[in-house]
């Protein structure tokens, strides 16, 4: 018998998992007819039949589920085979990838590093905080997260999570102004917020919306100094939910989640990086944080 045709096998499973040759065609982006072609090549190379074509779709043969049963365990010794080389290469790799993002998600970055570190030993990694996204194109980072979705440059954008925020206080400024807090009284209580310059970002303009509510006293340009405002007893301010969480001990949740300020968190690579080995297990890294976030 002459060698098989090995690729003949991968249409035979991806046939029998659609159960349709048009479903299987939609799938490979070969037609069905040579799909047909190849099934009817394969039958006889081993001399069998595998698949009877019915008008409801294809159905194996009893030869052909054991033919398709062990061509899925071959597939699964070759996803194997590639995923040990593909471990092997990535522990290897060395370089510096430099990340760009705003502050908060710069904090989360910087304090959820030290397992990647183990694992890559030999990449560094640069953390640019900034309001302003940097240019890939013109790689100013070679990566970028934000929480909107960049529409200009040769980039390969992917939607990674949501950020949520939260209305926060102190424990003890809470239990100083507990009644006003509880009953919403927010023309009585203190606020901490951001500058000017930044009264236009979402959390600032929901913050300055509340009834009543004065334009915080404590104004800064940053949102870690928002954070330590509120935490040192300054008032009432918006945070990035995750850092609410993180420390129990110094915020108290007003408002746990206000659901209006949801953003949608994007990571982005300029095109031509993005099958660097060093982008691609930092992107791997940085999408394992946001999905167990």
């Given at each position: 018998?002459?060698?098989?045709n ?13 159960k ?59 996803f ?80 990674i ?38 009264s236009?970002?979402e ?24 954070f ?12 990035d ?16 989640h ?36």
């Amino acid at each position: 018998m002459k060698h098989m045709n090995w690729d003949n096998l991968k249409v035979l499973v991806i046939v029998a998992r659609t159960k349709t040759l048009r479903r299987a065609a939609q799938k490979t982006g070969i037609s069905p007819a040579t799909l047909s072609r190849r099934i009817d090549d394969l039958e006889q190379e081993l001399g069998v039949k595998l698949i009877e074509r019915v008008q409801a779709g294809c159905i194996p043969t009893a030869a052909g589920d054991k033919i398709i049963a062990w061509a899925k365990e071959m597939e699964e010794i070759a996803f194997e085979i590639e995923r040990t080389v593909d471990q092997q290469e990535l522990h290897a790799v060395e370089g510096t990838v430099r990340i760009n993002a705003d502050e908060l998600i710069s904090y989360f970055l910087t304090s959820r590093f030290e397992n990647f570190h183990k694992l890559y030993p030999k990449v560094e990694i640069e953390i640019i905080t900034s309001h302003r996204a940097y240019s890939l194109t013109r790689l100013e980072a070679d990566i970028g997260i934000r929480t909107f979705r960049p529409e200009q440059g040769d980039l390969t954008i992917q939607k990674i999570g949501k950020l949520s925020y939260g209305l926060y206080c102190a424990p003890n400024y809470y239990q100083r102004h507990k009644e006003h807090i509880d009953r919403q009284e927010w023309n009585k209580l203190d606020f901490v917020g951001f500058d000017e310059a930044r009264s236009h970002f979402e959390t600032e303009k929901w913050l300055r919306s509340l009834p009543k509510a004065p334009i915080p006293w404590l104004r800064c340009s940053y949102a870690l100094g928002i954070f330590d405002g509120i935490s040192h007893g300054n008032g009432l301010g918006v945070l990035d939910t995750f850092v609410g969480t993180e420390f129990p001990d110094l915020l108290y949740p007003i408002i746990p989640h206000i659901p209006e300020l949801d953003q949608d968190i994007w990571v982005s690579v300029h095109s031509g990086l993005r099958s660097s080995a060093r982008i691609k297990v930092v992107r791997n890294y940085i999408n394992e944080l946001f999905t167990s976030k």
